[in-house]
């Protein structure tokens, strides 16, 4: 209650009310980030994919786009290469990750996105269903267990996360292109 009253007494003072609230949160970024790295922190970018959840860890992904438009179709590349898109003068194969998994297209709506490899040798853009932003887990959550799930990705999860009922895949996209499958894109 006592910090409400002093950013009150602030409201006159737009400079010094700016300055207090900057303290104010670096102190709390602080203090959070103390507590976390003793817990021991891991952090993934959430998406769903055929109606299930899982995560891609923070490291692996360089961004998340919007479905690319236009397309430029590849002739003679396998069907689960969607094309290639022209991404700030850079091109960017775009596969459907769902069809490379041998488990259906992607139906491509307004949720759509396309996650962009953190690979130095390999660009790839990801299109899933949906990408739900950062998830935060605690190590203890982990386990190296693979979950049975509908998309068959087995062979790329490297573990999982279990909060509450909720698993959570963890999908190594290294693993998956660096996958001589991956690689070996013509039809």
């Known amino acids: 209650m006592q910090e409400s009253v002093a950013l009150k007494s602030l409201r006159d003072r ?22 976390l790295s003793e817990a021991g922190e891991w952090v993934g970018v959430a998406l769903r994919m055929a109606g299930e959840l899982y995560l891609v860890a923070r490291e692996e992904a360089r961004e998340v786009l919007g479905v690319p438009s236009p397309l430029t179709r590849v002739p003679g590349a396998k069907s689960w290469i969607l094309g290639l898109a022209n991404i700030r003068g850079q091109l960017l194969p775009v596969i459907d990750l769902r069809a490379y998994l041998g488990s259906g297209a992607t139906p491509i709506s307004r949720n759509s996105r396309v996650i962009v490899v953190n690979h130095r040798d390999i660009p790839a853009g990801l299109l899933v269903d949906e990408v739900l932003g950062f998830r935060r887990f605690a190590d203890p959550e982990f386990t190296a267990d693979v979950p049975a799930t509908i998309v068959h990705c ?8 279990h909060r509450g009922n909720e698993r959570w895949p963890v999908l190594s996209l290294r693993l998956m292109v660096e996958d001589p499958a991956f690689i070996e894109a013509s039809a």
Do not use: I, K
């Open 14 to 35: 737009p400079f010094e009310l700016l300055a207090e609230l900057e303290r104010r949160g670096r102190a709390a970024t602080a203090s959070a980030a103390t507590d």
């Open 154 to 161: 087995a062979r790329y999860v490297a573990g999982s996360f």
